[in-house]
């Protein structure tokens, strides 16, 4: 039996979900270990955060903060003590608004698995995870005056320096763009917005939750690096999102207005990408509107907040760099006069799936449905979009979506899990056989798009390296 087939109770859906239960004997598998090792060695580095700044939390609260100091490590340590012992799972106990979502959600998987006790290792793995960063901020949002200290933002905030030559090096290249940005023929703008497109995809290389908080930033010519990148993307959409996009640009020249939306992964290098290909598709009259969507709370170690969002601009203006701090300046603008808007919604830090977004979120995904393309970034919408379910390597995105389809909408993802649809027959056992790692190595990455009459295109030069 395979590590994603163990939940019989959920046998009715198209595939199960992964659960760890069997793990335990299946030592070997990327799910097993991440909760095993890599989520308790991300606790142990927010204790130790916390911990570091005692100083700083004695200075602004006083003898207060350093009493908070000390809860709030206790709390993280019996977190990591009921993890690591497989304990059960337990009701969040804090007074925010989704605690009742939260609590009402578990209590639906103790249905599902009867006598069982829903615990960390007899959990379904999205489920785990989630429930894990939750119970972090759970932890913070106990103890004011701390409860707004982001134990995160030493790593994004050394992610973003570490990575700016890389950015430089990207603001340089949309300013040779932007110059003459009018005059581009369709070719000439298609082959930027490929290039942009896969920078932004690439970019996803640069996550801390999977290097467990240590460092990952980018530290070459991201342009530089997409030819020798191009052969490891195993599905390559990209000629489907521009179609969709010339096409709403049509409407941009009667007067109507075309709307993107993207949804946010990591902060650092990763988000100035995609503050780069917002940028070119406003400068091109691809988009007249971007709306990006990032999450309510501290997330999955590098995840965008809104404070991480405002706070990349502003240090972007603020570079000692022509082309960086001119790109600071005009997405400010951009802000300014509402042509780019940032949206935080409880939903993205749930542990539903997106296939439930409609009946869980109808505001939400209403706002989607007004949307002409929405952008998915990274592996943790991939997983919510495909249900993190055991599909057969050859299912169709679409049918792994499960009736999601508020609009037009694609996924710029490198592999960090075990899920991976809409491949070609025989393309996933070609890369098994050279590397069994293929699914969570970072190493490959997809371009998915899902909309009227676009069905995905696999690619097979990655199964020939």
Known sequence: MSYASTVSCLATEAACYYCINELMRLCRSFAYLTVKDRLPTILTKVIDTIHRNKNKFFEEHGEEGIQAEKQTISLLSKLRNELQTDKPMVDLSDGHGDRDAWNQYRQRQQ?????????????????????????????????????????????????????????????????????????????????????????????????????????????????????????????????????????????????????????LDNAGFELVTDLVLADFLVASGLATEVRF????????????????????????????????????????????????????????????????MEADAADLYGALQSSDLVLFKGDLNYRKLTGDREWEHTVEFETALRGFAPAPLCSLRTLKANVQVGLQPGQAAKLGSKEPDWMTSGKYAVIQFHGPKAPSTPVESATEQ
């Open 111 to 263: 249905a599902l698995q009867g006598s069982e006790a829903v615990s960390w290792f007899k959990s379904p793995w999205l489920y785990v995870e989630c429930y894990m960063y939750r119970r972090i901020q759970e932890a913070v949002w106990l103890n004011p005056p701390i409860c707004d200290y982001d134990v995160f933002n030493e790593g994004k905030t050394r992610s973003f320096f570490e990575s700016q030559q890389a950015m430089m090096a990207l603001c340089l290249h949309f300013e040779s763009i932007n110059k003459n940005v009018e005059e581009l023929s369709d070719n000439h703008l298609q082959e930027h917005f490929y290039t942009l497109l896969k920078v932004s995809l690439w970019g996803n290389k640069c996550d801390l939750s999977i290097s467990a908080g240590m460092e990952n930033s980018q530290k070459t010519s991201p342009v530089e690096s997409l030819l020798s990148l191009e052969p490891f993307i195993l599905v390559d959409d990209s000629s489907m999102v521009w179609s969709t996009l010339a096409s709403a640009r049509a409407s941009v020249r009667s007067g109507q207005s075309v709307r993107v939306d993207l949804v």
């Open 293 to 356: 969507h990032g999450k309510s709370m501290p997330w999955f170690v590098s995840d965008v907040t809104a404070r991480d969002f405002q706070w990349t601009i502003k240090q972007t203006m603020a570079a000692n760099h022509k082309w960086m701090s001119k790109s600071g300046a005009r997405w400010q603008n951009y802000l300014r006069d509402g042509v780019w808007s940032y949206h935080d919604h409880p939903f993205w830090t749930l542990p539903h799936e997106f296939c439930d």
